[in-house]
């Protein structure tokens, strides 16, 4: 795999820095973030395939 886009790389940022984000809404937790959440950790799971693909490649050189 591999090979990030920069795309990619920035939609993976945005995504880890939404997570963090709701994670740290404490009392102002909504029903809607639990959706969104698993939203965020397909795409994450998807990306982090690509991350770690990535990181192979540049530890191997």
Not at 27 to 40: A, D, F, G, P, S
Not at 42 to 55: I, Q, S, T
């Amino acid at each position: 795999m591999g090979n990030l886009t920069e795309e990619e790389i920035l939609e993976y940022l945005r995504l880890v820095d939404r997570r963090l984000e709701i994670h740290l809404m404490g009392v102002n937790w909504k029903q809607e973030y639990t959706e969104e959440l698993e939203r965020i950790e397909k795409r994450l799971a998807v990306l982090r395939e690509k991350v770690d693909a990535e990181h192979e490649i540049r530890a191997a050189k």
